[in-house]
Every structure is written in structure tokens, then in C-alpha cells.
């Protein structure tokens, strides 16, 4: 099969051409290897079952015996081999190279290396795919261009029916499944949900884990994605069925699925436009991929026709993950604005030049007045602070736009853009 264009493709260019190494991290199965493989000369793969043993053991005696070859070399799941880190960092000290060195890991857990790889090894952030890189998209509205200049007229038409949305939410942004037959395509979602539950969230640091534990946090998440859910309440739902479940232990499943890449929960935006007691500011729950909550709540694509109210907290996790790699290369970090007046952004997309995008998600047309007169309203409220607070202002949002599940893009006269996600690229 032909390579599938992602949009890292063009930051991984970037990081060869100017530092020694790069490392590529992400959730398994979201095509780390595939796209490093695109760019590498020479592939070490540590999780190759014919090769995995005489690999580890050169690795471990004497790790720059596997750096000679045509560059770059891929060191795949380098993590398995952590000597390697050391060798890549001295080589590119040794030799001053550029882009000799491609490293991928699935997991954020800590290995023992003397050192840091700053200044030599850059690292690159890799999502499931978004709906623009499996085809899905039109990509009519660019973001880049909606941040360059907010008052650009636009104009598109989403290819993604209501089925179609409920299909791509449920089988997920990993790229095998484009290879595979549409009645068989959410089997891989659930195979990677279960590998997660019983083989990784042991085996990232060695610790054995209960797989039942680590279905109950995931299934727990995808009942509250897109909430303010505390962790008492994620607490009390696993007690349900693990009744002397500690705090302590619950933090240890969430922050191994954090190491995974699996759970990515949205930090509060909290500006000084409310006094600190009126902003929410814990964490909104969130997965890298929606598909992984369906897998973990046992649904299927027709049970979304009679609950609208979870597909639209399906359909934030979906989005959420797109714009996520849309922005990656413009330095893009997401998180929301909520006060207990009931005024919120349910995502502030903040570019690293300081501009930022303050966003809704709306599923169905119903609630984008809802949505735009919050977003008009936030921005007023930054105004109004602005022109009492000279010393300190607030950057004012550069765009306000509601992403929905909907067909048609377009400008409001109010300026806040309604884009469907179907037509939404880089």
C-alpha cells in the first residue's frame, strides 16, 4: 500500500535538517513506525520477534555497533534498548551530524539515560490520524490561513454524512484500519483497547496491573469525556465494581495511561477577566482518539442514533484530536474556559507566535447561537478588561469559530466562523 501522507511528514523534514536525532512519540498504532520508515535509510526494529533478542543483547553490550548504515536510522520502540539513547546523543556530539538518527517510542516512561538529549535530539508529538489525512475531510477551511488573516471570507461543503461522523468516531484515526474492509474496521479500535488493558499498562514499567482496573478507569473516562468530572467522581464509578479501590492506585492507572499516550486530559485556561474563585480550572477528561472510549463503553455505530448526548462528547474528542494535528505545527496547545456563571470556550487553541482561537463544539446546528454568543461574550469581557487594565491586558482572540458536524462553512456577521469538521485542514 502506498504511503499515506500525514502531517507531520513536514515537521519531521524540518527537525532532520536541523538537529542530529529525532524522536517521534505517540500511542501505539497511530503510524509512528510507518512514517519514520518513509524517511529512513536503515531500520532497526527492537520489536521484531526474529531479530528482538540478538538486538537487545548488541544494544546492551555495545549499542554504537548498531549505528553504522545509511542514514537516517530508525530505531524503532528505541525505549526497549534505552543504552541506544546515550550512543545517538555521543555519535551526534562526536560527528556534528543532521538528521542521522530517527527514534520512536509508544511509551512516556522514564528510562535510565545519563542524559537528556537537549540541543541533539528533538522531539516530535504524533496523533491518530485526523480526518483530513484518512481522506474524510474535504479540506475546504484552513486553519493556518483562518489564524493569518480572521476576517477571510470562506466557503465549503463537508463530504461527511451523519453516518459517516459515527463511523469515523467509532473506528478511530489509526491507519490500518484504512486497510481494512469497512465491516471489519472497528474490530482493530477494540484489539488496541484491549492490548492497552492487558499487556501495556504492564508492561510500560514492568508493574503488573489488573486489566479489569484498567478497563474500569477507561470506561469510566469515556462515560465523562468532555466533563469536569473530578476524580472522586472517576473514584466512585470504578468502586462500583472495585470497591476498596484507593486513590493512590487510581492515580497510578491514570498516569500509566498518560505514559501511553492514551489519556490527555485539557488544563484550564484561566485569564484574568474573573476573579480566581469564579474559574473552573481542573482538568476536562479526554483519550487521544474517540474510538478508544467506544471501545471501552461496548457501543456500536447504530446505538449513536438514539443518544445523541454522549455522540456529542464523542464528537469534542474527535475534534479536539484533529485540531490538535492541525496545529502541531504552528506550536498549537489546547485548553478550555469554563466559570460558574455558565460562560465558557469549550477550547482555547493557543499558537506559540501568542495568537490563539477561542472555539465550541457544536454536533448539530441547534446550539451555534448558543455557542457564538459565549464566544462574543468572552471576547467583550477581554475588552472590558483590557480598557480598565492597561498595565496588564489580554492578547484579544485572533479567531472565534464553532466546529460542527454539520455541512456548510461560513462567517457570521458577528466574525465567529461555523466550519464542519469535514472541511477543516492544516
Known amino acids: ?55 537487545l543483547e548488541i544494544a546492551d553490550i555495545s549499542p554504537s555497533s548498531l549505528l553504522q548504515g545509511d542514514k537516517p536510522i530508525l530505531f524503532d520502540e528505541w525505549q526497549d534498548a534505552p543504552k541506544i539513547w546515550g550512543a545517538v546523543r555521543k555519535y551526534v556530539d562526536d560527528n556534528q551530524s543532521l538528521g542521522a538518527f530517527i527514534l520512536t517510542g509508544s511509551t512516556a516512561a522514564k528510562t535510565k539515560t545519563p542524559h537528556s538529549g537537549t540541543g541533539r535530539i528533538s522531539r516530535l508529538r504524533m496523533y491518530p490520524m485526523s480526518l483530513y489525512e484518512s481522506g474524510e475531510s474535504s479540506g475546504g477551511v484552513s486553519l493556518s490561513e483562518l489564524f493569518q488573516d480572521p476576517k477571510i471570507e470562506i466557503a465549503g461543503k463537508s463530504p461527511l454524512t451523519l453516518n459517516g461522523l459515527i463511523r469515523a468516531i467509532c473506528r478511530g484515526g489509526w491507519p490500518a484500519s484504512l486497510r481494512i474492509a469497512n465491516e471489519h474496521q472497528l474490530v482493530l479500535a477494540k484489539s488496541i483497547y484491549e492490548e492497552i488493558c492487558e499487556e501495556d499498562i504492564s508492561r510500560i514499567d514492568g508493574k503488573s496491573r489488573n486489566p479489569k482496573i484498567a478497563r474500569a478507569v477507561l470506561r469510566s473516562y469515556g462515560r465523562n469525556l468532555a466533563t469536569l468530572a473530578s476524580g472522586k467522581t472517576i473514584l466512585d464509578d470504578i468502586r462500583a465494581n472495585f470497591d476498596s479501590l484507593s486513590d493512590r492506585t487510581l492515580a497510578d492507572y491514570i498516569e500509566a495511561l498518560q505514559k501511553l499516550y492514551i489519556i490527555e486530559d485539557i488544563g484550564a485556561w484561566c485569564p484574568a477577566i474573573r476573579s480566581k474563585t ?49 496545529s502541531s505545527k504552528l506550536g498549537g496547545k489546547v485548553s478550555y474556559y469554563h466559570d ?56 484579544p482572540p485572533r479567531l472565534k469559530m464553532i466546529v460542527t458536524g454539520g455541512e456548510l462553512a461560513y462567517r457570521r456577521p458577528d466574525g465567529v466562523y461555523v466550519v464542519p469538521v469535514g472541511c477543516l485542514k492544516p
Open 1 to 55: 500500500m502506498d504511503y499515506r501522507y500525514r502531517i507531520i511528514d513536514e515537521q519531521l523534514d524540518s527537525a532532520l535538517s536541523s538537529m542530529g536525532a529525532t524522536l517521534i512519540v505517540g500511542p501505539k498504532a497511530c503510524g509512528k513506525t510507518t512514517t519514520a520508515k518513509s524517511k529512513a535509510k536503515t531500520v532497526i526494529e527492537f520489536q521484531d520477534e526474529e531479530k528482538r533478542e540478538a538486538l
Open 278 to 326: 469564579a474559574i473552573r480550572s481542573s482538568e476536562k477528561r479526554n483519550l487521544v482518539d474517540p474510538s478508544i472510549a467506544v471501545a471501552a463503553l461496548g457501543l456500536s455505530p447504530e446505538y449513536f442514533y438514539t443518544d445523541f448526548k454522549t455522540l456529542g462528547f464523542l464528537f469534542e474528542c474527535l475534534c479536539i484530536r484533529d485540531l490538535r494535528v492541525y
Open 340 to 395: 460558574r456563571y455558565g460562560l465558557e470556550a469549550d477550547c482555547v487553541l493557543h499558537l506559540d507566535d501568542g495568537n490563539y482561537a477561542l472555539i465550541e463544539f457544536k454536533l448539530g446546528g441547534k446550539g451555534i447561537e448558543t455557542g457564538a454568543s459565549h464566544l462574543n461574550e468572552l471576547e467583550r469581557l477581554i475588552d472590558e478588561h483590557n480598557k480598565a487594565e492597561t498595565q496588564v491586558p489580554i492578547r
